[in-house]
């Protein structure tokens, strides 16, 4: 599926929405705390753990916006969550120690097997690096671990604003010197590509279905006209010719 919309010759970047559409976070999250938690002898059911934390991440970017919380990175936010839901968890045993390496986990989120060889064709010709909420030192963390080759990373803490703010957007744009519609997004989630596409940004959707685990029911398949509807990154490449 192609839009066709001016300037497509023109695309100069490729910026990326960065969990769920690069990173598998649910199953890197579930694999590592399972183990953590047997090599520590702590029972807990981890997998509802982190299906809860992930649950916090909107609601509490939400009270940044709101103004209910000053500016506060995510690395931040995963924290306070946390600590609140191994609490409700009633998980015991952890020491400070361990919350800091447990909130460090989003730093450790392993890629999607077709994210790296995509994005190492797709950085051949095209500026790439992440569009995310997440903040600087996380994603170059992640680059580092999986081998992404981002030319530029474009956190939420650059704009002091979460997506979908139009400051991050725009502000990418901005950074890079280019007109919204010589820059894509690439992202597994419609309601961003559509904020993107409000400001002139080219669009490519890629499906993670399996991104929330089995009882997944949105972002399955693509809901709007985006310029691309590709299986994968690397298929993204294929399609842009590279």
Not at 11 to 22: C, M, P, S
Not at 85 to 98: F, P, W
Not at 133 to 142: A, I, R
């Amino acid at each position: 599926m192609r839009r066709i919309v001016a300037g497509m010759s023109d695309l100069r970047a490729i910026v990326f929405d960065t969990f769920g559409t690069v990173v598998d976070w649910r199953t890197s999250l579930i694999t590592e705390l399972t183990a953590f938690g047997a090599s520590r002898g702590i029972q807990a059911d981890w997998a509802a753990l982190v299906d809860d934390w992930r649950g916090a991440y909107a609601p509490s970017m939400a009270r940044v916006r709101k103004g209910d919380l000053p500016w506060t990175k995510l690395d931040d936010l995963h924290r306070g969550s946390l600590d609140q839901l191994v609490a409700q968890h009633g998980i015991v045993g952890l020491s400070e120690a361990d919350l800091v390496h447990i909130n460090l986990g989003w730093h450790r989120l392993h890629a999607w097997p077709d994210s790296v060889p995509g994005m190492v064709r797709l950085h051949q010709r095209f500026i790439t690096g992440p569009l995310s909420n997440g903040n600087v030192s996380l994603l170059l963390d992640l680059a580092r671990f999986n081998g992404l080759p981002w030319g530029m990373i474009f956190g939420s803490d650059i704009y002091r604003h979460f997506k979908p703010d139009p400051e991050t957007y725009l502000g990418a744009c901005a950074l890079l010197s280019l007109e919204p519609d010589q820059v894509m997004l690439c992202a597994a989630h419609n309601a961003d590509l559509a904020a993107a596409q409000s400001h002139g940004m080219q669009t490519a959707f890629v499906p993670r279905p399996t991104e929330y685990g089995p009882r997944q029911v949105k972002d399955t398949k693509a809901t709007g006209n985006w310029d691309y509807v590709v299986t994968g990154i690397d298929d993204l490449a294929t399609k842009l010719g590279v």
